[in-house]
């Protein structure tokens, strides 16, 4: 059964401390992960689609990567306007129209 | 300004009492999909379409139904709610099906 599993479910950094959250998936056929940030009491908004291992795409403090079996999302040097719920998602090739999300993980930056 | 329009964004609604959670998007895109967000269970999706007058369901569409009358708006129908039909919902499009998906500020339902 495909699933994506996000970790940690919580996470409190202070500002300008580096850390990385992890996507693990289990799907047969990989056609893209993706990234988002959802806000308190707003839709999610997309950040990255990465399509094969060794792949990387960065914006801003953020960088995501891929493996052939899990994604990191790596935050280098946040500020407090990074703290969000970020989620990942994926989509296989046999069923493409269906994209399945993690619940996400919950990032806390304090001043 | 680009964006998916839900309607209306929060609703206390009772039992058996058919309502609908419109959804409209000004990007001209094909692909559509509606989700609920339940705490701890992440997005779920219930129905998608590809383009007019394609629809299929996700993986939680038991009590749900939609139509795609129209390229821009993709209605989702609750014919007789019930309680566990509580939820956040959000409604999203995308160019074709790319995955990068546009999403709506969402709907909280309340069913009572």
């Known amino acids: 059964e495909d699933q994506v599993t996000q970790s940690p479910e919580a996470l409190r950094l202070q500002e300008g401390e580096s850390s990385s959250l992890n996507c693990s998936y289990t799907?047969?056929?990989?056609?893209?992960l993706f990234w988002y940030r959802q806000d308190p009491g707003k839709g999610p908004e997309f950040l990255f689609t990465?399509?094969?291992a060794g792949e990387e795409k960065e914006k801003e403090r953020l960088k995501a990567t891929l493996t052939k079996k899990e994604s990191f999302l790596h935050i280098t040097a946040p500020k407090p306007e990074d703290s969000a719920t970020y989620l990942c998602a994926v989509r296989r090739r046999s069923s493409a129209s269906k994209i399945i999300f993690g619940s996400g993980t919950r990032l806390s930056i304090r001043p | 300004e680009a964006q998916v329009t839900q309607n209306p964004r929060y609703l206390i609604t009772v039992t058996g009492k058919k309502l609908t959670v419109t959804c409209s998007q000004n990007?001209?895109?094909?692909?559509m999909s509606w989700y609920r967000q339940d705490p701890g269970l992440g997005l779920r999706q219930i129905y998608y379409?590809?383009?007019?007058?394609?629809?299929d369901k996700g993986d939680v569409p038991e009590g749900y139904k939609v139509s795609r009358k129209e390229k821009r708006n993709f209605p989702l129908i609750l014919e007789s709610p019930s309680p566990n039909q509580t939820s956040l919902y959000f409604c999203?499009?995308?160019?074709?099906?790319?995955?990068?998906?546009?999403f709506g500020e969402g709907s909280r339902l309340t069913v009572l």
């Open positions: 990007m001209n895109h094909e692909y």
């Open positions: 379409s590809m383009n007019v007058e394609v629809t």
């Open positions: 990465l399509y094969s």
């Open positions: 799907v047969s056929g990989l056609r893209g």
């Open positions: 999203a499009s995308s160019r074709e099906n790319t995955g990068e998906l546009f």
